[in-house]
């Protein structure tokens, strides 16, 4: 893969801008160049140029198709309330992530309460229906981030396949957290 990487960021109370070609090396970051970002605002820019050859084949190539596997990768961080905008630009097409994820996935969740033992825990369900993923999911969350994922088939037998409904086929996901998780 070749690509590069553009990134102003807060450190501190001033920003800063990092940037570095995306390269895979032994060394990790290659031909780094960091600066004083004053009057700039946070943002990364991934430009990704090239693959290997290997990897070529197997990667999507439509950018509406790459733009649901973004989302779903990073379900957690749509689902918090400090997710970043996130854009995708392709040549001249155009996708706002958050906007996909709020119109196509979150549209349809729902969230639930619940305390044990004086603990309160939040489940946040959704029905996706875009995924390749075959399996209904439960996933523990500390900070916003996954913490452990698991089939639900473990503990309903019945889930071990897609459920059909008038909009397709589509499995579920469920994402807990609570202060205990931390």
Known sequence: MIGFINSVFKEK???????????????????????SAKGKSRKTIVELI?????????????????????IEHCLVYFLSPKCPK??????????????????????????TNFDIDGNRFDIISLQLYSSEEQNHLITFCAHHREVKT?????YIPELKKKIDDDNGSFIWLYYVSGKLFG
Request: positive net charge; contains cysteine; glycine residues 4%.
């Open 150 to 154: 698991e089939k639900l088939s473990t």
């Open 50 to 70: 090239s693959f290997k050859r290997k990897y070529m084949d197997k990667c999507p190539k439509r950018a509406s198709t790459i733009a649901m596997k973004i």
């Open 86 to 111: 996130i854009n995708l630009v392709d040549g001249t097409e155009q996708y706002f992530l958050n906007d996909i994820f709020r119109e196509q996935i979150q549209y349809g969740s729902t969230i």
């Open 13 to 35: 109370d001033e920003y800063v801008e990092r940037d570095f070609d995306f390269i895979l090396t032994s060394t990790g970051v290659t031909n780094p160049n960091r600066k």
